[in-house]
């Protein structure tokens, strides 16, 4: 009449996923860049009202693959 006890695994599966997350962010965190926006000559592009040029615009240099978008 002994009750037994189950042990759960989730423990050991939250450290593990803890742990990948841990590796993948220390890998994958020198690829980020961080960068400032030219304030001192910045370029302003313009359209006729009502076209809404500039709600969403994408600057990109031609010889690179980076890419900055904003609205």
Known sequence: M???RYHSKTPGKLNYSLF???VCLIILLPLCD???LD???PSVYSGPNGSYF???VEFYLTNSSRVNSGS
Request: charged share 15%; aromatic share 14%; with cysteine.
């Open 2 to 4: 002994g009750s037994k």
């Open 20 to 22: 990948c997350i841990g």
């Open 34 to 36: 961080t960068f400032n």
């Open 39 to 41: 304030v001192e000559n």
């Open 54 to 56: 500039g709600y969403s």
